[in-house]
């Protein structure tokens, strides 16, 4: 197990933790949960839009030593319903206080002041320990963190894998690496298109790889990625089996050769790279300044959350 410092804190986090996007709540995720949470893997990713905070809190079963981030969805960024979204992903998860509370995108319908005012007070009240970002470009960082006036903005929480590497073009990590901010990748598989069949050649590339270095080609993956600073990931996996082999990847330890090789088998198949979110110029000029969120969260909030 790899434990890496969540942003300037003293506290460690483990290099790898459980994403929880679209995982179904049933029996076997709830097993596979449960699994890395035995194995010491107590790092956990959901947020009030995916409908999992239920099946997390009853996976941790109001243990405290383990390493809780959530989100606060963007159709909530006004103050009173901040606070609101939080208490209800409390009671949800079972738990008194939130590790890792995170502002999911960002929303320029609603005043950054005003919303993290609200992360603020929620930390003053003991309800939340560390305020996060997702999803933030390194101006919209600046911008929320110049809103804080006793705490720093711990993490943020962006796209990042050996098939989707936008990161390293915005700024975001190199701002990260030199603001000492955590930065979490989510999709570290692409959403689970790095096993696609139209990237048969690549996923093949890093089997071979993986087959001279006791790696598979999905813990390669992540291999790479912690091999970065300050990079931790967030895998989503449903059953124990993938849960297993996800962890089982910090404990490879790659040597610098290994990762310099994944790196070269990433350029080679640069055409076969994931683009950065489809919608994502859209995203940035058009939804932010609109009430797109809370439609979107009428449709998936209510129903999941029941
Ligand atoms: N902040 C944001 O806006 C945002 C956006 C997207 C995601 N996230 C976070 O990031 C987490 C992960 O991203 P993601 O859910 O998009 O997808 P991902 O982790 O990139 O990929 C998940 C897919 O990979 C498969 N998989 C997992 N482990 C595997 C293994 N060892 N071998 C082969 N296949 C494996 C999963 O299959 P099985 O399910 O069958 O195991 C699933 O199909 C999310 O769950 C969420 O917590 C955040």
Redesign the pocket.
Known sequence: MIFKTLGRTREKIPAIGM?????DTNSETLTALKKGLELGDNFI??AEIYGTEKLVGEAIMRRDDIFIAS?VWPSHFDYDNVIKACDASLKRLGVKCIDLYQL??PNYTIPIEETMSAMEHLQKEGKIRHIGV??FSVKEFQEAQACLSHSDIVSN?V?Y?IIMREPEEDGVLDFCRRERVTLIA???????AL?NAKRKPFLDALAAFGNKNGL?P?QAALAWLISKEPVVA??????EK?VL??IAAMDHGLKIEGIDEIERISGRFRKLHRKPLASRTFVRKVLKHTKFWHGYAEKKLGKKND
């Open positions: 994403g929880t996007w679209q995982l990713d959901t989100k999911h995108w997702s999803n929480q796209e894998s989510y999709s570290p598989f692409g959403s689970g096993f598979t999905a967030i895998p989503k996996a449903s059953t993938h082999e996800n």
